[in-house]
Structures are given as C-alpha cells and as structure tokens.
C-alpha cells in the first residue's frame, strides 16, 4: 500500500533560521504532491505543489519544494522563516492509481514553532 | 465567495447520540471530501464524492454515513457516536479528481464524544 511519511513531528527553531521538512513517500509511478500549512485555529491552506515540469517549485510565503523522483522525496525549505510561521505543516501526495483516483493520502504533520 | 463553509464549530456529544455534520462549497466544485484529524495521524479521509450523485468510502468510513444533498453540500452523519470519533472534522472540495486539483478545507469542526 501506498504511504506518506514526514520525518519530524515537532520542529523548534529561531527567528532568521532556515527550515527544511522532510516528507517521503512509497510508490513507483505518477505522484501529485502537495504541502499544505494549517495556522493555529485555521483551517488548512495549499502551500504549493507539483504536477509535473521544474521540479524545484515555489509557493507563496516564501517557501519553496523539490521533487527528487529517484528518492520518493518532496522537501519543504524556506531560507528565513519568521515568527508568523509557526503552524503545523503536512504533505500530501496523491497517487494517480485507478484504484485510488488521486485520492490525496497526507503525512502524520510536522509542528513547527517559530521563537522570536 | 465564502468557500467551504462547515456547521457547527463545535460539538459535544454522548455516546450513543447521533449527529449530522453539514459542509457547503460556493465555489462549484464537483468533488466533496471528508476527513478526520487526529494528534499524530495527520488528516484521513472518511468518505468522498467524486461529483453529485456520487458517494465512496475513504481510509476510515466505519461508523459514519454521508449524503450528497446536491452539487453543493455534503453531509457527514454519525449514527452511534463513539468516544474513538472524537476528532477534528474537515470538509474539502476541489474542481475534479483527488489528485489533479488544489483542495479547499472548511475551518473544521470539533467534537468531543464523551
């Protein structure tokens, strides 16, 4: 069966320092991958994602994914992160399957806290 | 546009009591989702609609029902409620497909089964 796995379930770190979340997951064929950011007391809100093309891709806030297909990885990264980006961050991938019709499969989560 | 938009916020249930959890989306989408989530265990998808009409099981579908009322709502029953139901309750949409579309979350619901 297909899984998701992200490395780390709490991460502590300072203001200016650069952050990298890693998530992994098991399967051989065509992916979707996701990252998505829930604030506290938020709901959940796409991050960035890759379909297909540069695998190196941008989303909002400065953050920023690479899809290294030969490692089953799709690592998070922003150089700087900021006291507003404290908050839990999950993976999440969808395996194109016709069993699974791209259902999308998430990551236990990693919860990040930002001090000043 | 108000998105997703999920009733009630909160919830506090006995065991043994049924409850339906309602999800709407202005945003015309086809697919419907829901999921629970858990300390730990990150989000797991309960049921899903591929489009109205259309209801399938996800991950963990004991213990909940759904409907599709029509394009826009999506509802989430559970019969019996049990203490192992207490969770975060999110619905999602997106235009089609799981996988080939960004999904939208409504602000969850919390309930507690004691």
């Known amino acids: 069966a297909q899984s998701v796995s992200q490395h780390n379930h709490h991460v502590i770190l300072s203001e200016a320092a650069s952050l990298e979340l890693g998530c992994n997951y098991s399967?051989?064929?065509?992916?979707?991958l996701f990252w998505y950011v829930q604030y506290p007391g938020q709901h959940l809100q796409l991050l960035l994602k890759y379909f297909s093309g540069d695998p190196l891709v941008k989303g909002i806030k400065g953050f920023e994914a690479e899809f290294i297909k030969s490692k089953f990885s799709f690592n998070l990264r922003k150089p700087s992160v900021q006291w507003s980006d404290t908050a839990e961050y999950f993976c999440?991938?969808?395996?194109?399957?016709?069993?699974?019709?791209?259902?999308?499969?998430f990551g236990a989560g990693t919860q990040v806290v930002v001090t000043p | 546009n108000a998105g997703v938009t999920q009733t009630p916020k909160f919830q506090v249930l006995k065991t043994g009591q049924s409850m339906t959890l309602q999800c709407a989306q202005d945003m015309n989408h086809n697919s419907m989702y829901w999921y629970r989530q858990d300390p730990g265990m990150g989000l797991r998808l309960i049921y899903y609609s591929a489009s109205e009409g259309t209801t399938d099981k996800g991950e963990v579908p004991n213990g909940y029902n759904v409907s599709r009322l029509n394009k826009r709502e999506f509802s989430l029953r559970l019969e019996s409620a049990a203490p192992s139901q207490t969770s975060v309750y999110f619905c999602a949409s997106n235009r089609a497909g799981g996988g080939a579309y960004e999904q939208y979350f409504g602000p969850g619901t919390r309930l507690t089964v004691t």
């Open positions: 999440a991938v969808s395996f194109m399957t016709t069993d699974s019709w791209g259902k999308l499969q």
């Open positions: 399967y051989g064929g065509t992916v979707n």
